[in-house]
């Protein structure tokens, strides 16, 4: 059973730092490229940052340039979103997905996890 399944959300002050993991089951995540989507209540679901499956080169929102970083670690067959900095307005679901290749589109995606809460708050 194909499965990608988010963890590391939480409540977290501004400023201060989380990393959210993305584990794939029943598939090789190293054939696939691998965004991080989120959705704010009210808002549609944006694309965050995506790490490609050929050459491992990472894409960022604009939000989120010089504060996040994705990584993967293919052995463990999981990909990472390192969030520093965080904001009130990051405050969202986060959900991992995997593709062909990286886009900024949700619909291109084919699997994707059920999400994690991330809360930026005082």
């Known amino acids: 059973q194909v499965q990608l399944v988010e963890s590391g959300g939480g409540l977290v002050q501004p400023g201060g730092s989380l990393r959210l993991s993305c584990a794939a089951s029943?598939?090789?995540?190293?054939?696939?490229?691998i965004g991080w989507f989120r959705q704010a209540p009210g808002k549609e679901r944006e694309g965050v940052s995506c790490i490609s499956s050929s050459d491992g080169s990472t894409a960022y929102a604009d939000s989120v340039k010089g504060r996040f970083t994705i990584s993967r670690d293919n052995a463990k067959n999981t990909v990472y979103l390192q969030m520093n900095s965080l904001k009130p307005e990051d405050t969202a679901v986060y959900y991992c997905?995997?593709?062909?290749?990286?886009?900024?589109?949700?619909?291109?995606?084919?699997?994707w996890g059920q999400g994690t809460q991330v809360t930026v708050s005082s």
């Open positions: 997905a995997a593709s062909d290749m990286c886009s900024w589109l949700p619909n291109l995606y084919d699997y």
């Open positions: 029943g598939f090789t995540l190293d054939y696939y490229a």
